[in-house]
T-cell receptor, first 113, second 114 residues
Framework: NAGVTQTPKFQVLKTGQSMTLQCAQD?????MSWYRQDPGMGLRLIHYSVGAGITDQGEVPNGYNVSRSTTEDFPLRLLSAAPSQTSVYFC????????????FGPGTRLTVT | GEDVEQSLFLSVREGDSSVINCTYT??????LYWYKQEPGAGLQLLTY?????DMKQDQRLTVLLNKKDKHLSLRIADTQTGDSAIYFC??????????????FGTGTRLQVFP
């Protein structure tokens, strides 16, 4: 199993550009989520999904869209990047009913200039 | 709202014990977690404790929970240089089975020196 994979590892965008951060898991997990990590602020939940076709907002959803057309994939879209979205983004997945076993991807470091 | 707080830095000598502390505000948290993040990597679950427990031990790791004071600690015995990392405390605030939404603390950077 590859676990949770994220691409790209690094990305630099100009303000106003759009892009999609990819996340995939091969563990057949129902629950997937996106977090952003900023210095001194820990990880904050952006969006999450409890299964294919179902998504919901987390703590900091503004400026981001998600979709969940398959169990495996949970892409995060930035429609018009802003410097405030410079951060490290982590995708995570978890099997329903399994306590605590949330698996994290390696992260995508995004810089918006 | 929910808030989880940790001190930012801890420095210990190799072989000593490390104690990383965390306070949280949501008394309805069901589970509390400790994650470890090594440089350039994602988060790795170290251990977790159910909210009706006081203590959990797992090899070199001991988790203590004081629910009355909403205080959680992680003790690492015989700390090694490989333990140098950022440690995150997190509380579960979502419905128990499915969403498991987590609120993370700011992270404590543990530095182990020889």
């Amino acid at each position: 199993n590859a676990g949770v994979t994220q691409t790209p590892k690094f990305q630099v965008l100009k303000t106003g550009q759009s892009m999609t951060l990819q996340c995939a898991q091969d563990m057949n997990h129902e629950y997937m989520s996106w977090y952003r990590q900023d210095p001194g602020m820990g990880l904050r939940l952006i969006h999450y999904s409890v299964g294919a076709g179902i998504t919901d907002q987390g703590e900091v959803p503004n400026g981001y869209n998600v979709s969940r057309s398959t169990t495996e994939d949970f892409p995060l879209r930035l429609l018009s990047a802003a410097p405030s979205q410079t951060s490290v983004y982590f995708c995570a997945s978890k099997a329903a009913g399994k306590v605590g076993e949330q698996y994290f991807g390696p992260g995508t470091r995004l810089t918006v200039t | 709202g929910e808030d989880v707080e940790q001190s930012l830095f801890l420095s210990v000598r190799e072989g000593d014990s490390s104690v990383i502390n965390c306070t949280y505000t949501d008394s309805s948290s069901t589970y509390l977690y400790w994650y470890k993040q090594e440089p350039g990597a994602g988060l790795q679950l170290l251990t977790y404790i159910f909210s009706n427990m006081d203590m959990k031990q797992d090899q070199r790791l001991t988790v203590l929970l004081n629910k009355k004071d909403k205080h959680l600690s992680l003790r690492i015995a015989d700390t090694q240089t490989g333990d140098s990392a950022i440690y995150f405390c997190a509380e579960s605030i979502g419905p128990r089975d499915n969403t498991d939404k987590l609120i993370f603390g700011t992270g404590t950077r543990l530095q182990v020196f020889p």
